[in-house]
Every structure is written in C-alpha cells, then in structure tokens.
C-alpha cells in the first residue's frame, strides 16, 4: 500500500521493464527490472478513489528512500538511536558514519577515504562540539518562529474546541428533534397493533438514549472548552517560545525528536576538517539557501 500507486488513485503501467545482457556468451534475460517514475509508460492521477492522496503517497516514498540506511551515500537514512545528532546529514565528499563510544559520546567518521600510507580516514571528530554548535544555529534561525506559532497555537486551540463544541450542540439539536418525531409516531399508533407499537417505541427510546449521550457529550466539551489565555499564562507560553534552548535541552525532549527537527530544516551539512577546526557549509530545507559555520 506504501509503493503501489493504484492506492493513490492512480493507474500506472510500465513500471518495470525486460533487461537483456550477455555473461560468458549467453543471453541472459532479467524481468521485473524497476523503473524511474519518470520512464513509466503511463500514469492517470486521478483515475479512481484512492486511499491516501497522490502527495500523501510521494510522501512516502520520500521517507522510504531516505530510511534506506544501506542505498547510496546521499541518503540520510533512518532517524536511529544513539547520540550522533548529525548523522545521515554530514557530508565531507561521501556521507559520515558515527561511532558510538557512550550514551553521549561519539565520533563522525568518514570510511570511505583512507590514506593508503597511514591507514587513516580523513574525517574524524566527536560529535559533542559540533552537534552543539549546529543545534545553536539551527535554533537560532527558527526562533523568529516560535513567537508567531505559540500564538498560532493559542489560536488553533480555541477555534478547534469551538468548532467540536457547535457540532455536538447541533447534533443534539437533531436528536431532540428525532426524539420528539418518535414519540409523535408512538403516540399516534393504534395500540391495539402490539406489533406496531413496540417497535415504535423501541426507536423511541433509541433516541431518548441518543440524546442523553449527547447531552454528556456536549457537557464534557463544554468544560474542556479552553478558557480565554489570562496575561499571565500569555506571558509564560511567550518567555517559553523565546527560550527554546530550554526546551531543545528538556529531558523529555529525545534524542530522535531533535534529530527529526534537524532534518526538518536541514538538507546537507558539508564539513572540513582544518587545523583542529571544523568548517561547515550548512543548507538549509527549501531552497538553496546556505549558511557557514566554524567550531
């Protein structure tokens, strides 16, 4: 469901071909060879209802081909335990493993380019200075942020509450309605039908139920119904959103949750190791913005 486009609407054909190759002076015929979306023969969006979305459904193989740790140095790979911050982001020519040496500690290391004469790899450094200096600049290029989505927060939180609030009044409203319908059908039936009646008044007392359960749920909303933001609670959710160094640092805040944010904004990052210092080029989600950094 995850690969097939038919679950995104889609009807495709030609998604894979026959490969044909000589090995020791014989034919030798493959099939079933996967294609590149843009060489498949055909594709009709839009063909039938589907179960997600077509962008649903490139969004998923974006996560997929990124989560393919072992396809390819310029994938980052699955978001992994372990402290590394940065791994599947850095780049020195070819993309840096991490060596974990400790629950905090460990090293980037590139092991592909090994000098022939002192067997030693090009890259290698802790992770501690560097995954710091790129969580500083990163938080400092969202902060701007922060202010206008704690607001957008207090705003989105109120409306959804209101708008979950007037459905379920509405919804009473109906029921009542049907509940006052059945009792009119109760009361107009000849009671001597017993047949008649009994039915009746079963769907009478379906409705009588359905507006007791809206009743409690329209109670329930209306006391979770968040409260107008006091000055005073406004002020500490703003003094949060200004420190989010505060809560990058949380304890609750794990080690996969800050690699996901990192890899929210950030595309690639290219480091060169110079005279015990490390030089990055970082490039940020969007675009071609870019950015440098020394550490």
Known sequence: ?????????????GRTATRTRVEDGRKVVTHGVARRREDWAVVIRDHHDGYISWTEYDRNQT?????ANMKGTMVAGAVRNGSGLLVGLLRCGCKLKVLHHSRRDARYVCATHVDPSTEKRCSVFSNM???AAVSAEVLRAV???ALEAALQLISDSKQAGSERLRQSELALDQARYEAAHARRQYDAVDPDNRLVASERERRWNDCLAAVARLKDQVRSLRREQPCA??????MTLMAL?????????HPAASVETRKRILRTVLKEIVVTAESGRLHLVLHWQGGGDHSQLEC
């Open 229 to 234: 933001v006091g000055d005073d609670e406004r």
């Open 129 to 131: 200075r560097i995954d």
């Open 241 to 249: 959103a200004d420190d989010l160094p505060a809560l990058w640092n």
């Open 1 to 13: 469901m995850l690969t097939n486009p038919v679950y995104a609407g889609a009807y495709v054909f």
């Open 63 to 67: 996560m997929i081909a990124n989560n």
């Open 143 to 145: 902060a701007p942020l």
